[in-house]
């Protein structure tokens, strides 16, 4: 540190100094992400936010129409209540499930199994796997009449399966259930989590009388929150931008019980080519997604847990 | 020690059984226990690889063998019928071709630009370098669809609709989650190594070329897997950008498959074990990076 300070002042005043230097090593490098943020992100964000009070698409003259769009948008457009009710549904169903289901999954991999790297690795790969080829397949175990789920329902004595993504009722909650294949990647985390919990809590614990329960809601559980709602953070992000599988497997139907906000914002665009409508769309789900990343993370303080705030 | 009176002697006796019953007892339960561990485990693995197996099984069959019940796990006889058929149906090789080159990439842009961007984070103090990363970690957070429309328009107008760059280009850029992922694993490695190749004379690209990027191999192993399984997975991309069949990837060209033969199962079920054998190959090669990669982060694959 010290020849760092004493360098300039020995070469003359015109050569810059070691911290200068640093500053624009610094900037140079993280160049490539800056140019990407303003030309990927924040660019198109403005871009977005003034093509949102425009009549749009491209073909005619774009017309001024100032919130129009957000007025309609929000007062009648039924289709867009119903794509964004199916969507939170789905959010508020789906993420939680899959919280719950990683984190048995996690401990029951947590008991000092035979075997783990194999148990984990056929709980992960469906994770890893992801697309149309997993929504194609899913489409075939829910076939209602050669389909295995519906076959195996049928053997145990429900003569009348739904016929699930056929089905108004039964669409959504088949899209729920296909979900819970791909919680291992949580799971993983999880399971890190639950290894990174001290062993000397729980023998304390068990000195002091506990039952697997109490430790369970007094140790592993607070432990965990900090994972917990990371995960869940991340997870109602994704689900609000359900997409794939409705596109793939349902096209929105029967009549619109799968229709998410993202599909219907690419119809919009994509299809109908409205992209000023179709970009106040997006500004709206952006603004609904916020408000409920923003609730979590205000929510956080009541329930997260994080170790050394005792200590503070 | 003295002699033990008869009556002492009998409780003595007794308390041993009964420490031995009750250890007897607490083992049996422990054993009860792992019993329904390893059940649980086995019942959850079954229903978990079952849709692989079943996918496997169909892509074997002929059509008539996929409406029997209950299906055979192993179909008699085997057939290649649906591979074969399903290949030659439309472009597959090309398909094939596409999605590797996006895939390729996808992986040299974001591992140059990423572990450059994430070194700059970790290592070099400059200005305002907190309140940037605080960006970068929120435009993570960023829903796509914002984006998407204004993109779409941006790319027509550059004439880049109808070809492969939208997919790559910004890979270039550095993604948000890679950058994360090699700045959290940058900041685990002793700064001593590269403050002493400081005071050898190097320069930062040196320091990071030949000092850096040896020891973070590992993460940047685990930024290609991911990007790969990224660029491999993204059906929004090719949906909005590609026009011609010729520049299909594989996620669109399943599209394809399912719009004009979608309810011959065997030969859907062919394409996608098809669609799915890369991701799962690299999985076993490389499943304890990409673990090592979501601990690291917090984040899903």
Known sequence: ??????????????????????????????????????????????????????????????VFVGLDNYRHLLLQYKLWGIALRNTATYAFVAVPLHVVLA????????????????????????????????????????????????????????????????????????????????????????????????QSFYDAASIDGADVFQ???????????????????????????????????????????????????????????YMGYASAMAWVLFVIILFFTLLVFRSSAAWVYYEGELAR | MTQLSAPQEMTLVAREAMIRRSKAHASV??????????????????????????????????????????????????????????????PTASFYKNTFLVAALNITGTVLSSTLVAYGFARLRFRGRNVLFMILLSTMMLPGQVTMIPLYIGFSRIRW????????????FGNPFHIFLLRQFLMTIPRELDDAAKIDGCGYFRTLVSIVLPLVIPAVGVVAIFSFT????????????????????????????????????????????????????????????????????????
């Open chain 2, 29 to 90: 339960l422990r054993a009860v226990g792992r019993a329904i561990i390893y059940l649980l485990l086995l019942a959850g693995s079954s229903v978990y690889l079952f849709p692989f197996l079943f996918m496997l099984s169909t892509s074997l069959k002929t059509l008539q063998q996929t409406f029997v019940w209950p299906p055979q796990m192993i179909p008699k006889p085997l057939t290649l019928e649906n591979y074969i058929e399903g290949w030659n149906l439309l």
């Open chain 1, 215 to 273: 430790r369970f809601r007094h140790i592993t559980l607070p432990m965990m929150t900090p994972t917990i709602f990371f995960s869940l953070v991340m997870g109602l992000i994704g689900a609000w931008q359900m997409f794939t599988q409705s596109f793939v497997m349902t096209q929105g139907g029967p009549n619109n019980a799968t229709l998410t906000a993202v599909l219907l914002i690419y119809r919009k665009a994509f299809q109908e080519f």
């Open chain 1, 1 to 62: 540190m010290k020849t760092e300070a004493l360098r300039p002042a020995q070469r003359g005043s015109f050569y810059i100094t070691q911290r200068a230097r640093e500053e624009i090593a610094g900037y140079l490098c993280i160049l490539p992400w800056l140019l990407g943020f303003l030309l990927f992100t924040a660019g198109p964000m403005i871009y977005s936010q003034f093509l949102s009070y425009y009549q749009a698409n491209f073909l005619t003259e774009s």
């Open chain 1, 103 to 198: 984190m048995m999954l996690a401990m029951l991999l947590n008991q000092q199994v035979k075997g783990l790297a194999v148990w984990r690795t056929i709980f992960y790969l469906p994770a890893v796997v992801q697309g149309v080829a997993v929504s194609l397949l899913w489409i075939w175990l829910f076939h209602p009449n050669f389909g295995p789920i519906s076959g195996a329902l049928r053997t145990i004595g429900i003569t009348n399966p739904p016929l699930w993504i056929w089905s108004e009722e039964w669409a959504m909650p088949a899209l729920i259930i296909m979900s819970t294949w791909g919680v291992g990647g949580s799971m993983i985390i999880y399971l890190a989590g639950l290894q990174g919990v001290p």
């Open chain 2, 161 to 172: 609709v109808g070809t492969l760059k939208p997919l790559f280009v910004p890979s270039f």
């Open chain 2, 230 to 301: 990224g660029a491999w997975n993204d059906f929004m991309g090719p949906l909005i950008y590609l026009r011609r069949l010729e520049q299909y990837t594989i996620a669109m060209g399943l599209r394809m498959f399912q719009m004009q033969g979608g309810t011959h199962m065997g030969r859907l079920m062919s394409m996608a074990v098809l669609a799915l054998l890369p991701q799962i190959i690299i999985f076993f090669f490389a499943q304890k990076q990409m673990v090592q990669g979501v601990v690291l982060t917090g984040i899903k694959g």
